[in-house]
């Protein structure tokens, strides 16, 4: 590693770059090759200097709530507007220009996958909890009523029966 290079990516600049590498979903390491340091590198640097860190959790921030976003719409469904263009012949210039023919609007339906995952992570626990597995424990006391009698005294016990 160049002497003093984590100086250079500790600039306006640089740091806006790193942070939209962050956001478009660039791993630490291959936020590391851009940079061309070793990953372990790019760790130490967001051990030692906060605003590389902090640059790069912005990032990346940015990235999950879009894509959460994502998540919950698809989960919840929605509507749209399809607009289709053609062309039409203008009298006025004598050429075809192109304009919107139809408007229709679309309905996305809920996507029950997006809602079961969409739960699964948020509502994991709880009375209405949506986890897969539920760890289930069971406490009991329970005492031998044979507990302290030798097996001589239970065949006996039998015998007598």
């Known amino acids: 590693m160049a002497k003093g290079k984590y100086q250079e990516w500790r600039t306006p600049d640089k740091l806006t770059l790193l942070q939209a590498w962050a956001r478009n979903g660039l791993t630490d390491e291959q936020i590391a090759s851009n940079i061309g340091i070793s990953r372990d590198t ?6 030692k200097y906060p605003d590389i860190s902090d640059t790069l959790k912005r990032g990346k921030e940015i990235v999950d709530i879009e ?4 998540l919950l719409k698809r989960a919840l469904g929605y509507e749209y507007e399809e607009v289709t263009t053609g062309l039409v012949w203008d009298k006025k210039t004598n050429d075809y220009k192109e304009r ?22 948020r ?24 507990d302290g009698i030798t097996t001589e005294e239970i065949k006996k016990l039998i015998d007598d029966a």
């Open 42 to 47: 790019l760790y130490t640097w967001k051990k």
């Open 123 to 146: 509502k994991p626990d709880g009375i209405d909890g949506w986890r897969d597995k539920k760890d289930v424990s069971v406490a009991a006391n329970i005492s031998n009523p044979f």
């Open 100 to 121: 919107v023919t139809k408007t229709v609007k679309k309905q996305v339906a809920p996507d029950v996958t997006a809602a079961i995952f969409w739960l699964k992570n």
């Open 67 to 70: 894509v959460e976003n994502a």
